[in-house]
């Protein structure tokens, strides 16, 4: 026999005005539809309306292809985020795809399933029902596929049974709806029950209700659902391929946005910024047409674990020179305000600017593996600090320093330009042509007569070049012919000496340019083995 229970009998019901869902953004601007707070608060499950069933019978009973019928309970799929109480349902979409792969998986129980989902940043294990994310660092969370929910006084949504709980629940409800059993109570855990009254009143009672000394509790007990009713309420999903990439960075902190009682997480920020970002494609008009086939994703860049991680050691440094007065102040602005001072110093500014342009890269190949038809524009965004982060980092990119598709080797064999090249040949080729023969000279300076005498004494042209005045008049050349072969001396003494300024000059330019190509070639000989290193860390 069920005790008294005050406020509570057999024709109990669901309160019928339940809230609704949350309140939207205050502050929006009029004209703007608000944006979706899918990243913050759980949609909220109304009343419990009659269950989809055929009329029953419940004092009949006999032939039971003849009394009634139940039509099958639809799952849907929910995730339980970090430091949450309430469970957030995945997008239609994406709870098909889970529930496809949930069947795969029952056909073939040794098949390891991975869906991607939430536009492909998060990967679900249907195996082991958790909840992966892909580009950044975040603890796993639970999944669950839903089909029965309940609510107390104190819940703000409802909460979905555990899953083999709420198989339990759907085999007494089935056996209720075709036998007409009613008022049949269901076990649960900890001494609690479920009363199925009735197809519309499903009741979750605690387990000090049972108590058989107290027939008078001022309690009302949860509410009961089956099936997830408000599907029509949660959002389609991401299904549109993704046409532009967008990098965040943040600012200073560990936190994205601050609120009262609350620190919003730069993933919590993005994903807001990413659905107005996609209402705002379906509700405006771009150069006079509406963007419906493409989508931007957006990517959250974290640096500031990596400036007060244990690598760096900063923390421990600035805590010990840290006044223990106003312990909370302190302690923010050690996460936050000091991030500006870090970011003036060369040593950590270099550390934050390298785990930026690292994760943005890292991201970047993932993202280009998980969408391999990606062929849209990659951009950079900054909020606070990450703008003055992401401008020094553009600035002060180099183009010699970018990895090109394919690789180039440099050449070894030296190539002069063509200007070292002719202005060497024109020189070889003038000094050979200018070295005549002594017949020659004396024959173009009107003095052949000379001849003998010169051969007489073994004088060739490289002697005569040597031979001074007096040397001349002691073979007994007389005067006139002593100034014209003295003036051809001087005269071909100067042109020797320019030719070697000439060649000297050649030969430095040479040098120069041999220097520079090796400059060259040793600077893109460190841009290979720094690209080589990264792709082994990577």
């Not at 869906?115 to 660092?137: F, K, M, P």
């Not at 946005?257 to 910024?273: G, H, K, Q």
């Not at 031979?467 to 001087?490: H, Q, T």
């Amino acid at each position: 026999q069920q005790p008294n229970v005050k406020a509570v009998s057999s024709s109990w019901q669901p309160p019928m005005n339940p809230p609704s869902f949350p309140p939207t953004h205050s502050g929006h601007p009029s004209g703007l539809p608000p944006p979706p707070t899918s990243s913050q608060v759980p949609p909220l499950f109304s009343h419990a309306p009659p269950t989809n069933v055929a009329t029953v019978n419940p004092q009949s009973s006999g032939n039971l292809g003849m009394q009634s019928s139940i039509a099958p309970v639809q799952p849907h799929w929910f995730y339980l985020r970090s430091n949450e109480k309430y469970w957030f349902p995945f997008s239609v979409l994406d709870s098909s795809k889970l529930e496809e792969g949930y069947l795969r998986r029952l056909a073939d129980p040794n098949l390891q399933m991975i869906v991607q989902t939430d536009g492909g940043r998060y990967d679900i294990d249907i195996s082991n029902r958790l909840r992966t994310a892909v580009y950044w660092e975040e603890p796993p969370s639970p999944v669950r596929r839903c089909t029965w929910f309940y609510k107390g006084d104190n819940d703000q949504w409802y909460v979905p049974y555990q899953e083999d709980l709420a198989d339990k629940l759907e085999q007494a409800f089935s056996s209720a709806i075709v036998y007409g059993k009613w008022n049949s109570r269901v076990e649960l855990p900890d001494g609690e029950a479920v009363i199925i009254h009735s197809p519309t009143s499903i009741v979750h009672y605690p387990s000090q209700h049972f108590q058989p000394l107290n027939h008078e509790i001022d309690y009302i007990p949860k509410s009961v659902l089956r099936g997830f009713l408000e599907r029509d309420k949660v959002d389609l999903g991401e299904d549109r391929t993704v046409d532009h990439l967008v990098f965040i960075v943040h600012g200073i902190g560990p936190f994205a946005d601050v609120r009262i009682n609350s620190f919003r997480s730069l993933v919590d920020c993005v994903d807001d910024f990413r659905e107005v970002a996609q209402l705002m494609l379906k509700t405006h008009k771009f150069n006079g047409r509406s963007i419906t086939n493409s989508r931007v994703e957006f990517l959250p860049v974290h640096w500031h674990a990596a400036l007060h991680g244990d690598d760096t050691g900063v923390d421990e440094k600035v805590s010990s020179i840290t006044p223990h007065s106003i312990s909370r102040l302190r302690d923010f602005t050690n996460s936050t305000l000091i991030d500006i001072l870090f970011y003036t110093s060369p040593l950590y500014l270099q550390t934050i600017v390298n785990q930026v342009s690292t994760e943005m890269n890292r991201m970047l190949e993932i993202f280009q593996k998980r969408n391999p038809g990606f062929a849209g524009d990659v951009s950079v965004m900054g909020h606070s600090l990450g703008s003055c982060i992401l401008f020094d980092l553009l600035y002060h990119q180099q183009k010699e320093d970018v990895p090109l598709p394919t690789e180039v080797e440099p050449t070894h064999q030296f190539t002069p330009p063509k200007d070292l090249v002719s202005e060497e040949t024109s020189f070889v080729e003038e000094e050979e042509e200018a070295i005549p023969q002594l017949e020659e000279v004396l024959s173009k300076l009107g003095l052949s007569s000379l001849i003998d005498t010169f051969l007489k004494e073994q004088v060739d042209f490289d002697s005569l070049l040597m031979c001074s005045n007096e040397d001349l008049k002691e073979l007994g050349v007389p005067l006139g012919p002593r100034k014209k072969l003295n003036g051809f001396i001087i005269e071909w003494s100067q042109k020797k000496q320019k030719q070697e300024e000439k060649k000297t000059r050649v030969k430095e330019e040479r040098q120069k340019y041999e220097m520079e190509q090796q400059r060259k070639l040793e600077k893109k000989t460190r841009v290979k083995e720094e690209r080589q290193k990264y792709e082994m860390e990577q």
